[in-house]
C-alpha cells in the first residue's frame, strides 16, 4: 500500500485532532470487508458518511482506504490479504471495539510507550506534554491522530483529555499469558462460529485435538487478544480444520458404539464373587476417612452394583469423575483397588471388574449410571450430528457490522444533525395582508395572477422551507427557551430599518436574561441612517446600553486621507455585504444567514433566500466568521452615548480619523 504517513497528512484533522473517518467501527467494518471479499470502500460508505455529518467536512475515499489497508495489515488482522486469527476472533466478537485497541497497544510499541506515560496523569493534559512524547514526523502524523481516532482521548490545540478508563484497560491486558493458552482460546472462538450448535465440550474437544492445549473456559478476554497481538501471525488451515473436525466425529462415533455396548448387560458375568474375612462396609474401613471420604463412598457404591448385577462387568468411570471434578481416574482406580476382594483393570476411562467381594454393604447405584448412560448417549449422538453437518467456511461471517455503523452513528452529537432550513423572502399575500395586496397589484390583471400563483406556492411549500421572519423569530426565541452558556447575540448587517422594531422585544428580554448584543453593520456617512438605528433599536433597550456593542466595518482599497470635505464617491470602498445572525456557542445555539438585510424590502418583499441551522459545525464556522470580522473592525467601535445624539454631519469611520 501506499505510505501511511501520506494518508494521514490527508485525513487529519484539527481540533479536535484525528484522522478523518476512522475508528474502531470503521476498522472492524474494514476487515468484514476483507472477510467478504469485497471492497473495503463500500464498507467503509456508513462511516464516511457519519464522519461528514459529524464534522461538516469532506475527504477524499482513497486516503481512507488506504490508511485501513494499512491498519489491518500492520495489527496483524490480515496477512496477503487472508484474515488471521486473531483477525477471526474480532470478527466473531459482539463487542470488537476493545479487542481494536488493545491489538493496536500490542503492534505498535511507540503506541503503548505513549500511553504508559499518560497514564500516570489524571483526567487531561497540556498539548506541549503529549507533544513532547511524540520522537518523531510519524508520532505527530501517525500515531497520536490514530490514538485519538481509535477514542483513547481528544486532542485539542491548548489541551488533551485522556480516557483513563480505556488506557487502563488495554495497558493491563498487555500482561504476560501463555501464549498455548490464547492460541487455543482464539481457535475455540472461531470453531464456536464455524460449529456454531456444538456444546462446550465438543468446543474443548476440537481445540485439543487442533492445537494440543486444553482451553481454560473462560473465553477470549483482551488479555488473551494482548497476548496473541504479541506472537506470530497466525492463518488458520480450512483443510487441517476439516481434518480435525472428521477425526473428532470418528472418535464420537466410536465412544458411542463403546457407550451404546455398555447399556446391554453381558450374556454371562465374568466377575468373580469371592469371599472376604468381614462383610466390606464404608465404616469397617480403614484409612478411607478424611477429605477423600466421598470418593470412598462411591467407589463403595459402585462395588456394590456390580456385586448385586454381576451383568454389569464394565463401567464408565466418568459417571464418577464428571460429576466429582477432585476425582481423577487414576485416584478412583486407587480407591477402587484399596476395597477388599476387588481385583479390576483401567482402560480409556473404562474400569473393568474381574473380582468383587461376596458381601457389600452399600447402596446399588444401577437405575442412576443408567440413566447416566442414556444421556451421555445422547450427548455423543448429537455432537456427531452437529459434526456431520459442519461446513468449514472461513474466515466466519462478521457477527456485529451492523452494530458497528449503529454505533458510529450514535456517537454523532446531537448537534451535529441539527435541523437545516432553507429561508426564504417571497411575497407572502396572507401574511401581508390583502389592503397592502391591493395597493400592490392595482388593477394589473398580470400581478393578480402573480398574488395568485404565491398564494398557492405559499400553501404548498414543502416543510424544508422557511421564512426570514419564522427563523428569526426562531432564533431569538432559542436564547429566551433553552439554557445557553455563552450570551451572545450576534447580529451582521450592511442596512437596517425598522424591521428592528419589530424583534425588539425579543432583544430586550434576552438583553434582560445576561445576553449581550454585538451588533456589526456597514459604515454610513448619512446621519439619518444612524437616527433611524437609534430610533428602531437603540433608545428601546437603553436601560441595558452597556450589554450593546455596535460596531462597523469599512475600507478603501487605497489609503488616503480622508477628511470631513471629501467626496466619499471619490473612494473605492469596500464593507459590510454579509448578512447574519448568531445566538449562543456551537452545540447550543442557532445560525440564520443569507441575503436578507435587516430590513423590510428584504423580511416582506425582495426574493431573498439563505440557511438556518443548529448544526454545530455549522454554528462554530458561522461564528468564526464574525467574530474575525467583529474583532479588526475593533478601532470602529461606535459610543452608544454618540449615538444618542446623531451630530447633523457626515461621520467619517474611526478607523481613518
Known sequence: MS?????????????????????????????AAKAAGEPIQERLEPHVRAETIRTNDERDTDP???????????LGLIENDTVSLLGMVVLASDGPQPFIRVVTIARLQSAEMVLRSCNEINDNIPRRELDSLLADEWDEAVLAPLLASLGFMTIYPDS?????????????????????????????????????????????????????????????????????ASTRTIIVDDTELEDVIRDQRQEYEDEFDTLR????????????RVETDNPVRFDSLSDMTGENADEWRAALKLVATVATYPDLTTFDMRFVTERRPSVTSYSFYQALSSVPGVECEVSDDLVEFETVPETVHSEPVRDEYMKYLVRHCSAIQSRIDTLLQASVSLPPVPVSTEAMVAQDYKSIDSGAIAPTYFTYTLVDPDALGEKTMDAYTGDSRGLGREQARLRRWHERRSSGLESYTTMTDRLFSLGLERDIGDKVLRVMTPFDDDTFNEYVAQIRRLLKHGFELRLLTRHTKESWEWDRLQRNLLSEIKEHRDQVTVRTYSRFKEYQRVTPDMDFRDLGEIGIHAKLQTVGAPGEGAALLGSANFMENSYDWNPECGVYTERTQFVDAAIEFFDIVWDISAADEISIERLQEIPDRQLIPTYYS
Open 64 to 74: 481512507v482506504v488506504s490508511i485501513h489497508e494499512w491498519l489491518l495489515d500492520e
Open 160 to 228: 488533551v483529555d485522556l480516557n483513563q478508563e480505556r488506557i487502563a484497560t488495554s495497558l493491563s491486558a498487555q500482561q504476560t499469558l501463555s501464549t498455548e493458552t490464547a492460541v487455543a482460546e482464539a481457535h475455540r472462538k472461531v470453531l464456536s462460529h464455524v460449529v456454531a450448535s456444538a456444546d462446550e465440550a465438543c468446543l474443548e474437544d476440537l481445540v485439543q485435538r487442533l492445537t494440543r492445549t486444553t482451553p481454560i473456559g473462560e473465553g477470549i478476554e483482551v488479555r488473551e487478544v494482548a497476548t496473541l
Open 261 to 272: 455396548s455398555l447399556l446391554v448387560p453381558a450374556p454371562e458375568s465374568t466377575v468373580e
Open 3 to 31: 505510505n501511511p504517513l501520506h494518508a494521514a497528512n490527508d485525513l487529519q484533522t484539527q481540533s479536535p485532532e484525528c484522522l478523518w473517518a476512522l475508528s474502531a467501527e470503521s476498522v472492524y467494518s474494514a476487515l
